[in-house]
């Protein structure tokens, strides 16, 4: 790494989707998720999302967007996930009821 690929900005990817706990999927009992994390490209972001998840426990998921950010956010819920994310881990936002 050259220092010039210090002062670029990392790419933070930002997943939309919802998750299941059960195999069922019933519509009604899907969890809404925001996931941030670093990766290299689409593909990369997509099959780390759906490990973390997993490795969380969720039974099933369903991915709707995927994005990148485009610096920090000013939302306090997403603050400490996008520090997450800059340090290298996949942060997972539940927006349960």
Same mark, same amino acid.
């Given at each position: 790494?050259?220092?010039?690929?210090?002062?670029?900005?990392?790419? #933070?990817? !930002?997943? !939309? *989707?919802?998750?299941?706990?059960?195999?069922? *999927?019933?519509?009604? &009992? &899907? !969890?809404?998720?925001?996931?941030?994390?670093?990766?290299?490209?689409?593909?990369?972001?997509?099959?780390?999302?759906?490990?973390?998840?997993?490795?969380? *426990?969720? &039974?099933?998921?369903?991915?709707?967007? !995927? %994005?990148?950010?485009? %610096?920090?956010?000013?939302?306090?819920?997403?603050? %400490?996930?996008?520090?997450?994310?800059?340090? *290298?881990? #996949?942060?997972?936002?539940?927006?349960?009821?």
């Amino acid at each position: 790494m050259n220092d010039n690929d210090q002062d670029l900005d990392p790419t #933070v990817y !930002i997943v !939309i *989707g919802r998750v299941w706990e059960n195999e069922d *999927g019933d519509p009604d &009992a &899907a !969890i809404p998720v925001h996931v941030l994390l670093k990766a290299p490209d689409d593909d990369d972001a997509v099959r780390r999302t759906l490990e973390a998840l997993s490795s969380q *426990g969720f &039974a099933e998921a369903e991915l709707d967007q !995927i %994005g990148v950010m485009d %610096g920090e956010p000013d939302d306090p819920v997403y603050e %400490g996930a996008y520090q997450d994310a800059l340090s *290298g881990n #996949v942060a997972v936002v539940t927006r349960r009821d």
